[in-house]
Structure formats: structure tokens, C-alpha cells
């Protein structure tokens, strides 16, 4: 199995596999529900959330099949124990704006809500992150989240402690 393309024929092949993976959907949301109690009885108001890495970009997570057999699904979870959920993607900005409408659509009528988290390092420059930001925003929210702040030098910290300041006001 070389990446997401050939699902669909191994679903069909070999429909047992749909059954592993609801059971794996029903265990993230057995595990979810338990998280969820401890934590309201430890202190209630606590955002409880997971992330996603779309496989919408070949050479990505298009070329392994990660985000399906994690169970990857946003409609799945979106009356859940999760109150949000950080759509991570790390490409241009059409594509950004693609995958923020697929996962708000996704869970559209229920109880999560969707972050997007667009890249801010390797051959990302300080100039890029409002294009990207706005994307998002074409995307459909104004929950943008900045990849890998560990990986990212001064000039860009300063761009995205610029960016949350100007979306705070």
C-alpha cells in the first residue's frame, strides 16, 4: 500500500478493514468521553481537543496512509467529548483555504469547532503568514493557530506576535 489513492479499492476488497476502523472511531470516542468526565470533575470549562493533519498534498500524508487509519474523520467527531478541532495544514494558501472549508463543513451542526494552523517555518517568510491567514479566513474561521513555534527563527516569532495582536483587536 503506497498512500490514500489506493483506499477506496482496498476498502472494497477487503470490507473487514471498515470494521476496524469504526471500531477505532469508537474507542477514540470511549477514550474521549472518559477524558472528558476526569477533567470536569477536576475543574470544569477545559477545552479538550485534538489535531489533524489533512491528506490533501501529494508527497505529504497523501503518500502514507496516516490520517485514514487513525481514524482521521471530522464528521466523526463532531458531536463529541472534543471541543475543538486544530486542522493542521501546512501548505500554500488555496490549499489552506480548501482544507479549513472541508473540515468546517465537516462538523458543520455540531458541537466542535475547527482552528487551522498554517505553517510558519521552513520556506515559510514573515511575509507569507497574512496570506495565509487569510485564507482561513476564506476558509470560513477566524481560528488560525501558527505551526511549529519551535522551529521558527526572530523575524518570524515577531511576525506572528504581529498577526495575533492585529486578530485580538
Not at 41 to 64: E, Q
Not at 87 to 112: K, S
Not at 125 to 144: F, I, Q, S, Y
Request: neutral net charge.
Amino acid at each position: 500500500m503506497t498512500g490514500a489513492t489506493e483506499i477506496p479499492l482496498l476498502l472494497l476488497d477487503n470490507p473487514w478493514i471498515l470494521e476496524i476502523l469504526r471500531f477505532r472511531l469508537d474507542c477514540i470516542h470511549r477514550f474521549l468521553d472518559e477524558v472528558r468526565a476526569r477533567v470536569e470533575a477536576k475543574r470544569k470549562g477545559v477545552t479538550l481537543s485534538m489535531a489533524f493533519v489533512p491528506p490533501a498534498k501529494i508527497g505529504h500524508d497523501a503518500s502514507s496512509p496516516r490520517a485514514w487509519l487513525a481514524a482521521q474523520s471530522y464528521a466523526a467527531y463532531k458531536n463529541s467529548a472534543v471541543d475543538l478541532i486544530h486542522n493542521v495544514v501546512h501548505w500554500d494558501a488555496g490549499i489552506v483555504e480548501y482544507n479549513t472549508r472541508r473540515a468546517l463543513n465537516a462538523v458543520a451542526g455540531g458541537t466542535v469547532d475547527i482552528c487551522t494552523h498554517i505553517r510558519a517555518y521552513g520556506s515559510t517568510v514573515p511575509d507569507d503568514l497574512p496570506g495565509l491567514a487569510a485564507a482561513v479566513r476564506r476558509g470560513g474561521t477566524e481560528k488560525v493557530g501558527y505551526f511549529c513555534y519551535d522551529l521558527m527563527n526572530e523575524p518570524m516569532l515577531d511576525a506572528v506576535g504581529t498577526a495575533t495582536r492585529k486578530s485580538a483587536v
